[in-house]
């Protein structure tokens, strides 16, 4: 089994470093490379492309979220994971539409931090629960939207409630019984629909007009 390669962005050393620790000793993952800045990563990245990047969001200069939606835009086969040590509500929207896969407060365990790259490095999105909360919170306290007609097929409808629940296309077709290839063309059909780019502001879109 290939191992899935990762670079760490983090500016402060201790988190750092710890991750870099308890990540090389795992045996389905490579650290590639860590850095104190976006700057540095995204050099990296022109030579040497990974899997999976750990990002962190308050960086100085170019910030995680900014570097995010460089990522996504150049190398969109490596699947970004937002770090943070913030809840804030500002933030976290800002992160939710920059493009990452997953996103975690930085006191996340060892081993959920193993779980989340390996989920995210299957195609699936993962949002930490305490981040979950905040946008339901956010959500709720908005004004009521006028129900928008986004001409969703029912098999699109389906598609996109397991897509907010994190499921991978490979899920989905499981759970559908139906092929990846056909969940792929739904998926695409869907983030055309909705005028986003990935499956992440999908799932925004779905919770926030209720679709």
Aim: proline share 2%; net charge neutral; aromatic share 6%.
């Amino acid at each position: 089994m290939k191992k899935i390669s990762i670079y760490i962005v983090e500016d402060y050393s201790l988190f750092r470093l710890s991750y870099k620790k308890f990540l090389s000793e795992d045996e389905d993952i490579e650290v590639l490379g860590d850095f104190e800045s976006a700057e540095e990563c995204l050099e990296a990245l022109e030579k040497e492309k990974v899997d999976v990047i750990l990002m962190d969001i308050g960086l100085p200069c170019l910030s995680g979220i900014e570097a995010t939606k460089i990522i996504s835009r150049k190398y969109p086969n490596t699947k970004v994971i937002m770090l943070t040590s913030h809840n804030k509500e500002n933030e976290v929207l800002s992160g939710l539409s920059s493009g990452a896969c997953g996103y975690a407060i930085k006191d996340i365990s060892a081993e959920d931090l193993r779980n989340l790259i390996l989920t995210v490095s299957n195609g699936a999105i993962w949002v930490d629960p305490q981040i979950a909360q905040i946008v339901q919170k956010t959500f709720s306290n908005l004004k009521p939207v006028n129900k928008i007609d986004f001409n969703l097929t029912e098999r699109e409808k389906e598609i996109l409630n397991l897509m907010v629940k994190g499921l991978s296309n490979t899920e989905i077709a499981k759970k559908t019984v139906i092929s990846p290839h056909t969940v792929k063309s739904h998926v695409c059909s869907i983030l055309k629909k909705l005028m986003v780019t990935d499956r992440v502001q999908a799932a925004v879109k779905a919770v926030r007009y209720d679709l």
